[in-house]
Nanobody, 124 residues
Framework: QVQLVESGGGLVQTGGSLRLSCAAS????????MGWFRQAPGKEREFVAA????????LHADSVRGRFRISRDNAKNTVYLQMNSLKPEDTAVYYC?????????????????WGQGTQVTVSS
């Protein structure tokens, strides 16, 4: 199991930027694929972005492509989510997650370790 702790959430105006970080500890970080998901009140948890263990495979949801970017630094055991041009509909609790699997990275059920989440609120 990998322990995950997110940080970097907060309140930002429409059009602003935030960078989320997810620090991992436990088993070898570099061997895990990492994902970001989000959950707004009353809605299902949805996929945002994911990166394979080596960073060679990167996915972004259609709703954030071109505005958000996932990256990882295996030397620091950290994955990041750079969020630009934020919109009110991006408001949610953002979770990072890890998986030892290499496929279906947009599927939340593939992930077996989750952080506690960090709140992102975008005001209009």
């Amino acid at each position: 199991q990998v322990q995950l702790v997110e940080s970097g959430g907060g309140l930002v105006q429409t059009g602003g930027s935030l960078r989320l970080s997810c620090a991992a500890s436990g088993r070898t970080f570099g061997s895990y694929a990492m994902g970001w998901f989000r959950q707004a009140p009353g809605k299902e948890r949805e996929f945002v972005a994911a990166t394979s263990w080596g960073g060679g495979s990167i996915l972004h949801a259609d709703s954030v492509r071109g505005r958000f970017r996932i990256s990882r630094d295996n030397a620091k055991n950290t994955v990041y989510l750079q969020m630009n041009s934020l919109k009110p509909e991006d408001t949610a609790v953002y979770y990072c997650a890890s998986t030892g699997n290499s496929g279906r990275l947009a599927n939340r059920y593939e992930y077996d370790s989750w952080g506690q989440g960090t709140q992102v609120t975008v005001s209009s």
